[in-house]
């Protein structure tokens, strides 16, 4: 057996020692959104150290468990933090969460992250949801001996952010009057922010907002057939754009103070979702 699907499957069994709870949606809390599972209405928690093998976020502000319960109706699994590439974790790591709960049972993964504007028409606070994705430096999760149990060799990746679900995405950020862009976001592996440079590259190359995370877990839930949508919290303006250094804090406060429109925007998005499930 190949030593990643053998390790995933050892996390599985863990898991289902612990709850039989299958989830339709996975939801993936990034920078200011940990406490959004205050808001779901909880059937279990499970903490990641009690999860044999399975790897744990040493960031700030992302604490790290599992939360199983319902928003609305519809039964979902939260990550209360997830794992980087720039923590040190080898990328089949990074990706495990998300391969694990399509194995859990859910069909689609919903991201969230919190992101640096390259677009100038943005502005801090602002919601972008993702329309494509540019990886950059960050390894293909898919690199290595295929993984048939999850899913083809080749996977294609004309459409990973799907339009249904976009679709709603849209349509609620409208009914409930909130702000919502859309774009291409990039994936750098940090830690250090980008440079000048960089950012300058990055525009050229057609991309809205930059991040740390996220593309390599789209890329690993799209292997294995799920459908994907992403909203990303624009919490500063990069690199260059402004005169002012770039911080984790300043971050974290921006995501603070949007996480109560993110969240409705969240909630009331997953409630329509099993329009497509």
Not at 29 to 51: F, M, P, Q, R, T
């Amino acid at each position: 057996m190949n030593p990643i699907y053998e390790k995933l499957q050892k996390c599985l069994e863990s898991v289902r020692a612990k709850t039989d709870f299958v989830p339709k949606v996975a939801i993936v809390l990034g920078s200011g959104l940990g406490d959004y599972a205050n808001d779901i209405k909880v059937e279990c928690e499970i903490d990641y150290h009690d999860i044999e093998g399975f790897p744990v976020s040493t960031v700030p502000g992302h604490a790290g468990k599992f939360i199983f319960g319902y928003v609305g109706e519809v039964p979902v699994v939260c990550m209360k933090g997830r794992v980087h590439y720039y923590e040190g974790y080898p990328i089949s790591d990074v990706v495990l969460p998300t391969r694990l709960m399509k194995l859990m049972g859910a069909q689609i993964l919903f991201l969230t992250n919190a992101s640096g504007g390259l677009n100038t028409t943005f502005c801090a606070g602002d919601f972008m949801m993702l329309t494509d994705h540019i990886a950059c430096f960050a390894p293909n999760p898919l690199i290595g001996a295929n993984i048939d149990e999850l899913g083809t060799r080749f996977p294609d990746m004309s459409h990973v952010y799907d339009k249904d679900l976009r679709d709603i995405i849209e349509s609620t950020a409208k009914e409930n009057n909130i702000k919502l862009q859309k774009g291409v976001y990039a994936q750098l592996t940090g830690p250090s922010f980008e440079s000048p440079a960089e950012i300058r590259m990055l525009r050229t190359l057609g991309v809205d907002a930059v991040g740390m995370s996220t593309v390599v877990e789209a890329i690993a839930a799209n292997h294995m057939g799920m459908k994907i949508c992403c909203i990303s919290c624009v919490c500063n303006l990069a690199a260059g754009m402004t005169d002012n250094p770039l911080t984790h804090e300043e971050v974290q406060a921006a995501a603070n103070e949007a996480a109560p429109k993110f969240k409705k925007l969240l909630t009331e998005s997953v409630k329509k979702f099993d329009k497509v499930l």
